[in-house]
């Protein structure tokens, strides 16, 4: 049985999950993060220049995005993994910027790239992976696997 299979995921047809590429800047990957949030004007070399710090601490930084049959951007993804201390060395994922552009949302990608950035944290040694959301969302993570698990504190520097 594939991953894929014993996860009960699928995409589209000619859809791809799959790592973020230095390449994606002219792909529509900025563009899917405006869904998000503010994004603000990335020139290129900036960009590279941060995919280059995310590919040199690959082992922390996991962006991942979905691709459609086009092979332009649909989705975004960012998987971190932190090591702790505590519960013997441990591990946990924390799973951050999930984006589908507009005009793709409803065909189950952010279900697919949430499964599959928490299958990543499992096999990467991680004993939960976790995540921040907004009340409209969480039913949305729960259709994910996720539970309610706590407050979110935040104390904020700057507001965007
Ligand atoms: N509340 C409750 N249920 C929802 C919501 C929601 N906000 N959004 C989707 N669902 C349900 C769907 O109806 C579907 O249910 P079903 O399986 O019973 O049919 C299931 O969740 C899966 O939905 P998908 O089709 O996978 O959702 P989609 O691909 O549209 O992605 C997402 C959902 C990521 C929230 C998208 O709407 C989006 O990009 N929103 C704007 C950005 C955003 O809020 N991102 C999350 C930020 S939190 C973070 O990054 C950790």
Not at 101 to 110: D, F, I, S
Request: charged share 25%; net charge negative; with cysteine.
């Amino acid at each position: 049985m594939t991953q894929e299979q014993s996860n009960n995921l699928s995409l589209p047809e000619g859809y791809t999950f799959r790592k973020l590429k230095s390449t994606d800047y002219s792909n529509k990957y900025l563009e899917t993060l405006k869904v998000l949030t503010t994004v603000g004007t990335i020139s290129e070399e900036k960009f590279k220049k941060l995919f280059e710090e995310w590919s040199q601490n690959s082992h922390i930084y996991q962006p991942h995005v979905i691709t459609n049959n086009q092979g332009i951007i649909v989705s975004t993804g960012m998987l971190l993994l932190e090591s702790k201390l505590i519960h013997e060395c441990g591990k946990i994922g924390h799973i951050e910027d999930i984006s589908v552009a507009k005009e793709e949302q409803g065909k189950k990608l952010g279900n697919y790239m949430v499964k599959s950035l928490s299958k990543l944290a499992e096999e990467s040694g991680c004993y939960k992976v976790i995540l921040d959301c907004s009340d409209h969302n969480v039913g949305f993570y729960e259709k994910c696997g996720f539970q309610v698990g706590g407050v979110e504190m935040v104390h904020r520097f700057f507001q965007y």
